[in-house]
Every structure is written in C-alpha cells, then in structure tokens.
C-alpha cells in the first residue's frame, strides 16, 4: 500500500490521494471589463489537464477578493457573478475527473499593480499608467526600490478587506468549490501583517506578535464563519521569510519559531491545514536547489502544532514523495513546477510505485 495515494478525510471531506496541485498565477484574464479577472479556455485547460492527470486536489491560482487586491491587473478575481460563474464550469469538470476543486483567495497589499512576469520581469504599473493603480499595505513600505510607495490601510480599510475576505469565500462555495484557502504568504498582504520587516504600525494591528496576527485571524474567523463547517478551510504561510534566521542579515522578520506558535493559534480557529512555504530568498542560494528543502518546515508544525500540513519546494519524483508521506513529515505534498512539465504525474507515479488508480477512460490504452 502506498502511503501517497491513500486518501486523507478532512472534516467531512474526503480527498482521493496526497498529490495536490500548488497555486500558480498564470496572468492570463482580461485586465478590464465585463470579463475582468474572469476564468477562460486557458485557465479551464491548465486546470482540467492535471485533473485528467489524477491530482487529488487542485488549488486555483491566487484569486483576488477585490479588483485592488491582484498582483497584476491579468490575475484571477472573485468579486462578481460573472467570475462566480464562469469557475462553475471549472469546478464541475475537476469533480467529474474524481479531483477535489479548491480556491486560493488574496490580496496582494503592497505587491499588487506589476506586470505579468514574463513582460519585463512583472515590473510595477505606476498608478498613472494604463490598468494601474496605487497598492495598500499596514505600513508605507515599498516592495523594493522601484516600486510604489503604498498607501497604508487604515482601520475602516482592514474591516472593509476582512469582509471582501467573507464575501470571496461565499462565492467559492457558490462556485463549487470544496476547500478554500487563504493565501497569507509569499508577501501577500497577510504576510506583510505579520512580518515585522513591513508591518511597522503601532495601532492594534502592530507590534507585538498578537497584534500583527491580528489581521490574519479576523479574515480566517470570516472565512470560516461563511464556509460550511463540514468542508476545510487551509491557510498557506510563508514558515520563514528568510531574514532572522540569517546572520548577515539585521532585518527582524518572521521566524519559523513564529510559525509554529502561529500554527497553534490557526487551529483554534478552525484551520484544518497549513500549507506551508517559504518567502524571499534563502540566504544561500544552494539552499533553493536541495530536493524537498522546505519539507522541514512543514514537519516540525505537523509535530510541534498537531495541525495537518502540506509540504512545498523541488518536489520532483515519486519515490520521494512518496517517503514523505510515508515518514510522516506531511500529510499531502503540493506540486508546482513539476506539474506543468508533467501534467500526468500522479498517474506515473501510481504505475511506478504499483498502485491502481482511476484512469479517465481515454487515455486507459495509454497507462
């Protein structure tokens, strides 16, 4: 029996094998109008592929609550009936393929109004330029030198965002969705609310550790106050930002000392699972090209907070995923990069580890 392809129940939910799809912007809607951050032929076919391919759950990309909430005016959103619609026709298509249809819900705070990434470098969009406008964070702090300076979020503001949160979340579930996670990594606006590095208010939503998770908490309590109690909600963090743990470096950031605490906290407000990353880069770049580097992360929450995790970073064969799993350093390993270069990996990975798993009826003479 192989420990990555047993199925893993969540609350009342029950998801077929432990290969999941990691969220990946594709920067691919319209940046205006009616079909503004709606889901199209791209997207259905970069999620429906992996389905095909055996995933057990896929995440969507980073969809934004607001229209002020993408990284880029191309990103994925979840504000209106049109998009509300358009991601039925997605989910019902993942369910039909036995895949669990998640979401990824965000805002972007002090990252938003760039490029897409591969149109010089997803460079900022200044607020007087075409499909720009002016980022929001807890503090006045600027992604780097050359972006914008944002505008800090007053308390009205945060209210307003921890209810786009809500509304977000209900409409996921309107749309089929059966899990829901939000998005408080990568430098994200929950991220930056965590973050001593971009978080130097001196208000209730800053400070002390209580107070920069403050903002974190209220959204999850949101979300799970719309999200029926019998389906997950997961939370993704950045474990570390890279900055405390390193030595040539002064900066005071998020630890992931901080993240273990934080993970405790997670769970008593109804987290069912941590998906867990890293944000910035490691202070050594070799770190980034060890296979499963950020595993240790996960695993030392799964231990030391009793929270079901999913571990991330150069996850690439099935052997290994496989002895993770079996190990007991996560519960579910998310893929990224790997999937797009192998939409079917979960089907390889079941012919290669011996396991019998579902095969659309298509491609049977294939497998």
């Keep these: 029996m192989s420990a990555l392809f047993e199925p893993i129940r969540l609350r009342s939910l029950t998801i077929p094998n432990r290969i999941w ?39 969507t990309e980073a969809t934004a609550v607001s229209p002020e909430g993408r990284i880029s005016p191309y990103d994925l959103g979840l504000w209106n009936d049109t998009q509300t619609e358009a991601f039925r026709r997605i989910t019902a298509f993942l369910k039909s393929q036995g895949t669990v249809p998640g979401i990824q819900i965000a805002h972007a705070g002090r990252k938003a109004s760039t490029e897409r990434m591969w149109v010089d470098r997803g460079a900022p969009i200044g607020s007087d330029e075409p499909y720009g406008w002016t980022p929001v964070a807890p503090s006045p702090v600027p992604f780097d030198d050359g972006s914008q300076t944002p505008d800090e979020l007053s308390t009205a503001q945060i209210d307003e965002i921890v209810g786009q949160f809500a509304a977000t979340a209900r409409r996921a579930r309107a749309a089929g969705f059966d899990v829901v996670e939000v998005h408080g990594a990568h430098g994200y606006l929950i991220n930056q609310f965590l973050s001593p590095f971009t978080n130097r208010r001196t208000d209730e939503y800053g400070g002390s550790y209580e107070n920069r998770t403050r903002f974190a908490l209220r959204v999850v309590d949101a979300v799970r106050e719309v999200w029926p109690d019998e389906l997950p909600v997961f939370f993704r963090i950045s474990a570390t930002d890279w900055l405390s743990e390193n030595e040539d470096d002064a900066r005071e950031g998020w630890t992931a000392d901080d993240t273990v605490r934080f ?90 580890l011996g396991i019998g798993i579902r095969v659309p009826e298509q491609y049977q003479r294939a497998v």
């Excluded at 407000?269 to 880069?281: A, I, R, Y």
């Design 21 to 59: 799809m990691a969220p990946m912007c594709q920067y691919s809607a319209a940046p205006d109008g009616p079909m503004e951050g709606v889901p199209g032929d791209w997207h259905f076919q970069h999620l429906a592929a992996r389905a095909a391919g055996g995933i057990g759950l896929i995440l």
């Design 263 to 352: 993970a405790a906290d997670l769970k008593a407000h109804g987290v069912d699972l941590l998906d867990t990353s890293t944000g910035g880069n490691a202070p050594d770049a070799r770190i980034e090209a060890v296979p499963g580097y950020q595993v240790p992360f996960a695993e030392r929450v799964k231990k030391e907070a009793g929270l079901p995790v999913g571990a991330v970073g150069l996850i690439t064969e099935a052997q290994q995923a496989e002895k993770i799993i079996a190990d007991g350093q996560a519960d579910a390993v998310l893929l990224g990069r790997e999937l797009l270069r192998s939409p079917s990996f979960a089907l390889q990975a079941a012919r290669e």
